[in-house]
């Protein structure tokens, strides 16, 4: 039996070509979801980045008086960063909020 985040997950690659993979984790790091080509293995890895890229933000945002690497959301806190991972041939966006990180990965479209 599917649960809803398999069912999503399933939507995401059967409507968006382009992605090629989707992982989930929770706040430990542990593997609550995988699809396409992403490996459960790396639950860990993009909840370490999506960490570290909330933490220099913060930082960031501390010691610049503009805050221009700071979102504000509606509740007023800093908005969770959304990490790029980039390769010739693919693209993995990482985000965490309220104790789940996703990476999403797509394939790069090449110009011609």
């Not at 599917?2 to 706040?27: K, N, R, W």
């Not at 945002?61 to 221009?68: E, L």
């Amino acid at each position: 039996m599917e649960t809803a985040l398999e069912t999503t997950l399933t939507d995401i690659l059967g409507e968006q070509h382009s992605v090629t993979g989707v992982v989930v984790s929770d706040s430990e790091g542990l593997c609550l979801a995988v699809s396409g080509n992403a490996k459960s293995s790396m639950s860990g890895t993009v909840l370490a980045i999506a960490t570290r890229a909330n933490l220099i933000n913060r930082i960031l945002s501390r010691a610049s008086s503009s805050n221009a690497l700071s979102l504000e959301t509606d509740s007023g806190r800093d908005a969770d960063v959304v990490v790029a991972v980039r390769s010739s041939d693919s693209t993995t966006l990482i985000r965490s909020e309220g104790g789940t990180t996703v990476a999403v990965t797509s394939k790069t479209h090449q110009l011609a």
